[in-house]
């Protein structure tokens, strides 16, 4: 115990004196604390003024009472000149502009809500948090005004910065936001350049290329971090770069310039912060809860569902992909490009069919069986076509449209895809978005968004290391559109683990059988799972993994459970507690498991047990498999 207590002693000499080198300059008005409800985590937040007296601002997170971001630096870069000489204001050079910011007060604010997603992962999300407003202008002018808004959740920080209206009516043009993240030495990031790329687990020096986002931090005292944007709407993307002067530290990188017209704030710089790997995705709702509510009064409309790409583009391959569909509880298909034609040119004309598809007879038979129809359309043709196209398509009877090598990163495209949602809502169109884009919790405003890529999927058939990544990394940024495919030969992976991803992989629109066709079925029993398995949720358990090892989530819909785990290239045993289960209810656990010795082309064992909230699973996973579990109440 004396032990304890002098480590204890000794971690808070040191953090206080630590806090006094640091504190010179500190401008003590500014300095400003804010604890999250549950009093786990805190940010310090203030300026420091250099021996020019210029004004820098900075903040520091701390977890459990140790610091998680040491000193950063909070900046953004404006260049105003061409606004103010038109108005014939004093000149200064306001591209450095908090350098020169004068405090006026701070306001502060507590909210505890919860509400309900159209759909989701959870029945109920709770937004819970403690949020303070630093109110700053300019010093030499104080119709220029910047506000520092933070909040402290129980899953992480969250700060942006926003202007206020400016009675000249000034733009503001920003040219760079370098905000920092300075961490504690040893630690390693989850890499990737780009959103369907490969990840790579790098110390925080000789980084090959910018990293996108989220961006998982892995501490050395085994704890976890991710950097992330949330509601990234009307801006320039941002990745993440490392800090050319300053060791451990990682900056925002803007995708070019921007340019808002006050009342304007930039997107949430997100910090999600856990003990360990699981509780990332634990606290990924986050995002949500820094976007707006919906804005879709009547959402009766939009199904999440299940659905199969028909791939002949014709008539009878339609219809015989509806009948798959029906047969196996699908709720949809799509026609993928070239059905109006070659997808990557302006001169395609996506109001007519060109492939020999009966679209209106298509539909109908859909409608008659209770299945939808999706069409896929290029960006060439959104670009020139949207407007006409949306009201034709919702004519047509299409349940929703699959925005295709979509134009991303600057402002300009960000908007211009924000706005054809939001057109695409209007005609009671759900959107899938696809290639390199990735969501930043814009679906709770927007829940006709029901799924994107931005990922690494059976596109690329990638190895089973990598998709236990993904959990960790693209899924936090919220749902991802896998593609997941069952027969084709160029799986990496086991069948089960295959299946285990339509439990393990979110997406409010599941697309199955990616390269398959219906004709590849030969009545293997496991497909019984992609056939139960619903898309929405009441709620979901991460009960363990680590990042490129191994996950094992459970999901719940009504009293059924979905449960799905897999594992690396290296096989894996484990006990599995299903303690989640509610007491003194006995369910029946249907198992599908990888077993070299069955009979069929999938390899894949299906058995059954009764189980309870006292039973423990024993799973043997072989070297890049997995197992999927549909826990059924006995009635």
Known sequence: MMKKLLFLFLCVELLESGMKVSGQGIVEATRTRLRSPDGRLSVELYQKQ?????????????????????????????????????LALKPDTVADWCASLTFQKSDTVARDTTWRPVYGESALIRDRYNEVTMNFVKADRPKYAMQ???????????????????????????????TEFTLPPDTKAWFTSWAQGPYQLLPLHDWPDESERPLPLQLADGSYMCLAEAQMVDYARTKFKLCRDKPNTIQTALFGAVDGITYF????????????????IRNEALLLNLNPPSAIPEADWIKPGKIIREMTLTT??????????????????????KWYGPAMTFNTDATKVVAPIDMQG???????????????????????????????????????????FVELGSQRWTTWLEEAIQKAAVHHLMVDIHDEWRPTGEQRTWPNLLSAEGIRGNEEMPDATHNTILPFTRFIAGPA???????????KTTHAHQLALAAIYYSPLLTLFWYDKPSAYHNEPEVEFFEKIPTSWDETKVLEGRPGEYITIARRRGEDWFLGTITNDSARRTKLSLDFLPRGKKYTAVTYSDDPLVATTTHVRREQRRVDASTSLTINLLPSGGQAIWLIPER
Request: overall charge negative.
């Open 50 to 86: 250099s021996e020019d007296g210029r004004r820098g601002l900075f903040y520091k997170v701390f977890f459990k009472d140790r610091p998680v971001i040491l000193e950063s630096g909070l900046d953004i870069r404006m260049d105003n000149h061409i606004m103010e000489s038109a």
């Open 148 to 178: 520092l808004i933070c909040r402290a959740y129980d899953e992480g920080v969250a700060f942006r910065y926003y202007f206020p209206e400016n009675p000249t009516g000034v733009y503001y043009h920003i040219t760079a936001e370098n």
């Open 265 to 280: 704030g930039t997107p949430w710089r997100v910090i999600l912060i856990g003990e360990q790997a699981v509780d990332l």
């Open 316 to 337: 009878e391959g339609a219809k015989t992909a509806i009948d798959f569909a029906v047969a196996h509880h699908l709720q949809y298909i799509l026609f993928d490009w």
């Open 362 to 404: 298509v539909v109908q038979y859909g409608k008659e069986r209770g299945i939808g129809v999706w069409l896929y359309v290029n960006q060439q043709s959104l670009l020139t076509q949207l407007d006409t196209i949306l009201p034709l398509y919702e004519r047509w009877g299409i349940k929703g449209v699959k925005f295709g």
């Open 481 to 491: 559109d896998y593609t997941i495919c069952y027969y084709d030969h160029r799986i």
